[in-house]
């Protein structure tokens, strides 16, 4: 591997990793605080590249005003999902994957009668390319890393520096003794859905430009997030965070190296070594 | 309850769309002696990844049927009089196993005349079912083992990679001599390895070097880990068959986006979408064998017209040229033949010629799959112009490869 190529290995790897990490983030996050498997994450980052789609690629106002109206409202989606769906499940296990389950389908039924069967585009919101490492990236890459970055330290800051963020850990580490001490759960849970859905919608808008668009377009997303929340660390921020720069780096390096299919399975085993040592993996606290 | 309340919003959820066959047009099959229609069935991609190809496929058969079905119908001579057409289409999601359930629903529930499907696996598993239920089958696929003698009634209505491929690649070599190293990407499948050797040995005659190939699997849409290596090697022109449009769209966008400034060529695609998922700017020079482009040539702009009105724009070419044209000769052979009997209509295909929308059509191919189940056709080649396809040769198929 000639060393330009491994530069750009390494500059694609690191963007991966940052879209990774923000689609596993949110994905883990209501696992850890809620034990909330939830199978529509993929679905919610297909529903935010769509409303990318319509705001930005169709009606024509700009990105920047696309990505957070995304947010929001697949945010206050996620809102409603937890108090009129998962709320009245009592938070059982299997019922509670069910519902995700039939979110999924049901979203993404909707998506072939509003959006179609065909995969549209939209065009990256800023062009040109930026010297680094000697090498020219194209701005709208770095524009990802950034944003994925602001969001991914927005969320550390919450979990740590806030009042809010110290109720989820303590939940995550008790919930009955959170409980005992104030914490309003059903105020908490809806807070943690809005917070995984609108960084699953903020995936999704930010990613539109980079790739296709079509209904079909959430089950890759959310098999990444559950192998970096697998490698990771179940329901561990930092983990999520360290797995999908890792998962990003090895699906640029390996592919690169072996080619796609080969670098698919070699991911695979790369995971299963590491649980096999580490079997809560990275940071994990389950 | 709760539980109970969920299985109804899952089943209602899925039902619509994710079912395993999703009737897109059609009737049940009628009781009664002698033929009251002609039935043509569709087992092929309405969702997914395939979908482009298989709505272009199912607007093809209809568009035709409706054509015949203004004046009437076809005339069956069993019948004594002019027949409808109807077509009755099921969703196969381009996997195997639908496709099984699929046909097997036209065949026997629907008792269609002919079938027609899309992809290599796809056919593979229809052929033995058509085969034994006496019905043509016309396929559009790219496994080297079809058409093959052991099937028949098995046709393929599209040029293949064995006929169109050395074509592409020895008219690319005449408009750019001074591109010497090429690139390869394919699906992961049958189709897209034998691409790949289909290149090597026509590019190695031609004095052009494959410096890099790779495959890719059905859903990547990140190409980048096949993209980086391939520029490394000096690749100045990649080539793709059989990827489907969003694929193609995907693979444009960030291999421009990692500084690429080559060609790109592919097979049968279609343009404007390709083009609004890489970028118009992006996608500015995209040649591909096997889609119509402007200007539409006058035989197939009554079809264009009827295509706007019906489904509204965007035009798919896709729609009128492969499919349209590779549809016309079995319409016309049942017009012929007026009959419903697959041998006596096989026979016509085989010995016949055919007016199409590209021109002049035959089935050939005898001495490299051992039948003459293959359709022979021109075939435009399209240059991409401001998100637009347009038609700026035509060519025929090369000799067929050792």
Same mark, same amino acid.
């Given at each position: 591997m000639s060393g330009e190529l491994f530069s750009q290995t390494l500059l694609v790897g690191i963007n991966l990793g940052a879209f990774y990490a923000l689609i596993a983030l949110g994905f883990t996050l209501m696992f850890g605080i @809620?034990?909330?498997?939830? @199978?529509a994450h993929g679905t919610i980052y297909m529903v935010g590249a769509m409303i990318a789609f319509y705001i930005y690629g169709q009606a024509g106002l700009s990105f920047f005003i696309a990505l957070p109206l995304a947010m929001l409202i697949t945010g206050l989606f996620g809102v409603l999902v937890e108090r009129f769906l998962i709320r009245p499940s009592g938070g059982e296990l299997l019922q509670v994957w069910l519902i995700t389950v039939a979110l999924w389908l049901g979203l993404q039924g909707v998506a072939y009668l509003v959006f179609g069967f065909i995969a549209r585009g939209v065009p990256p919101p800023v062009t040109g390319t930026t010297t680094v490492l000697g090498l020219g990236i194209s701005n709208y890459r770095l524009l990802i890393i950034g944003v994925a970055a602001v969001l991914i330290g927005g969320v550390y800051y919450l979990i740590h520096r806030t009042k809010i963020g110290l109720a989820m850990r303590a939940v995550e580490e008790d919930k009955i003794a959170a409980t005992i001490q104030g914490v309003n759960l059903n105020m908490l849970n809806g807070f943690v859905f809005l917070v995984g859905f609108a960084l699953a919608g903020a995936a999704g808008a930010l990613m539109a430009p980079a790739y296709s668009i079509s209904p079909t377009i959430g089950l890759t997303p959310l098999l990444k997030a559950f192998m970096i929340v697998a490698l990771g660390g179940m329901g561990s921020v930092p983990g999520a965070i360290a797995g999908g720069m890792l998962l990003g780096l090895a699906d640029s390096f390996l592919g690169v190296q072996f080619g796609m299919s080969m670098a698919y399975i070699l991911t695979w085993i790369m995971i299963i070594v590491i649980l096999i040592f580490r079997p809560k993996g990275l940071m994990g606290a389950y | 309850m709760l539980l109970m309340g969920l299985l109804l919003v899952l089943a209602l959820a899925t039902l619509p769309f994710t079912s395993a066959c999703t009737t897109e047009d059609g009737e049940d099959g009628e009781d009664? *002696?002698?033929?009251?229609s002609i039935r043509m069935g569709l087992s092929t991609p309405l969702s997914g990844d395939a979908a482009a190809w298989g709505i272009a496929q199912l607007r093809a058969v209809e568009m035709l049927a409706d054509e015949y079905n203004a004046e009437g119908g076809i005339y069956i001579e069993a019948a004594g009089e002019k027949l409808l057409i109807e077509v009755i289409a099921y969703d196969d999601k381009y996997t195997p196993s639908e496709t099984t359930i699929c046909a097997t629903r036209l065949i026997e529930q629907d008792e269609v005349h002919f079938i027609h499907n899309m992809g290599e696996e796809m056919a593979t598993t229809i052929a033995p079912m058509a085969r034994e239920a006496g019905i043509i089958q016309w396929g559009t696929s790219w496994e080297?083992? +079809?058409?093959n003698p052991d099937f028949p009634l098995s046709f393929s209505d599209l040029m293949r990679n064995q006929e169109m491929y050395a074509a592409l690649i020895t008219w690319f070599h005449e408009q750019h001599? *001074?591109?010497?190293n090429i690139g390869s990407w394919a699906l992961n499948n049958a189709g897209g390895l034998l691409e790949h050797g289909i290149i090597e040995a026509t590019a190695g005659d031609l004095g052009m070097d494959v410096v890099f190939w790779d495959v890719f699997d059905w859903g990547?849409? +990140?190409?980048t880990p096949l993209i980086l290596p391939a520029l490394d090697a000096g690749v100045e022109a990649f080539f793709s068959s059989s990827a489907p449009p969003d694929a193609v769209g995907n693979f444009i966008k960030q291999a421009r986006d990692l500084g690429f400034d080559g060609y790109f060529c592919i097979t049968m695609s279609e343009t404007h979408w390709i083009a609004e998922i890489a970028g118009y700017e992006n996608a500015e020079g995209l040649i591909d064998i096997g889609e119509i482009g402007e200007p539409i040539p006058a035989a197939a702009q009554k079809y264009a017209d009827a295509y706007l009105e019906k489904y509204g724009p965007p035009l798919s070419t896709m729609c009128l040229i492969p499919w349209l044209q590779g549809s016309q000769p079995l319409f016309q052979a049942i017009e012929r033949t007026q009959s419903l009997i697959a041998e006596v209509i096989a026979e016509e295909l085989r010995t016949g010629t055919f007016i199409t929308v590209g021109g002049e059509c035959w089935f050939g191919g005898a001495e490299f799959y051992g039948i003459d189940n293959q359709i022979q056709m021109p075939m435009p080649i399209s240059v991409c112009m401001d998100g637009v396809p347009v038609t700026v040769d035509w060519v025929v198929a090369a000799p067929y490869p050792d």
């Open positions: @809620m034990g909330v498997l939830n @199978m | 009664g *002696e002698g033929p009251t080297l083992s +079809d058409p001599p *001074e591109v010497t990547t849409t +990140d190409f």
